[in-house]
């Protein structure tokens, strides 16, 4: 299956977001092999910086990070595949500001639920920051069902168990991207939250 045959965005309604920027997935992946969703901010500003990008991307460099320092061996964003793992973003394409407007996540979250939807065996949905938590709050709403995460803190809020469709949620920090590499502590607790989700599905 290709991610982007299955899902997508056709109108392009958003105005805090560059189009040209817009990406879905375009990988090969058996859907049944999945088990951990990761589920970032936004596409970055640079399509070469993405996830499944060719060379070494600026999404893939600290990814990969994030995933050594939870002792998983994985060199690539294929390794991680091969894991189980499949990576994404709550926000299709790129912003143009710092922050993502409520209606933008909302809008994109249409699309995120599709996707998901995608993959039957997926035991661990990693929420990478406030705009990928906001993006599932809105998938669940809309089905008439409570939040899933709770309004707080992330610090305050990640040691608590969360649950959406038989899948553990995991509310974490952005992974993907510079500030990755500058912010010690939260890279810490993101190493924490994704050896948590590996043990489940080990």
């Known amino acids: 299956m290709r991610v982007d045959r299955c899902v997508g965005c056709k109108d392009f309604p958003c105005t805090d977001v560059k189009r ?3 990406v879905v997935p375009a990988i090969n992946v058996k859907p049944e092999t999945i088990s951990i969703v990761m589920v ?4 970055p500003e640079k399509p070469g910086d993405y996830y499944y990008a060719k060379g070494d991307p600026l999404f893939q460099k600290t990814t990969v990070q994030a995933f050594q320092d939870a002792n998983a061996e994985v060199s ?6 091969h ?3 499949y990576l994404t973003t ?5 912003k143009t500001g710092y922050g993502i407007q409520s209606s933008t996540i909302k809008e994109c979250s249409l ?3 599709k996707e998901l939807a995608l993959f039957p065996n997926v035991k661990a949905l990693m929420l990478m920051g406030d705009v ?3 993006a599932l709050n809105y998938i669940a709403q809309r089905a008439g069902e409570k939040r899933v995460i709770p309004a707080g803190s992330t610090y305050k809020i990640r040691k608590a168990q969360y649950s959406f ?3 553990r949620v995991f509310p974490s920090y952005l992974q993907a991207g510079p500030s990755f590499f500058i912010e010690k502590s939260k890279r810490r607790m993101i190493a924490e939250d994704i050896a948590a989700a590996l043990s489940l599905v080990r």
């Open 83 to 85: 894991l189980g793992v």
């Open 90 to 94: 709550a926000v299709k394409c790129a």
């Open 76 to 81: 690539s964003i294929k390794d991680m595949v």
């Open 40 to 43: 970032s901010e936004a596409a």
């Open 111 to 113: 699309i995120l639920e």
């Open 132 to 134: 990928a938590i906001k």
């Open 20 to 22: 040209e920027g817009y």
């Open 165 to 167: 469709r038989g899948m």
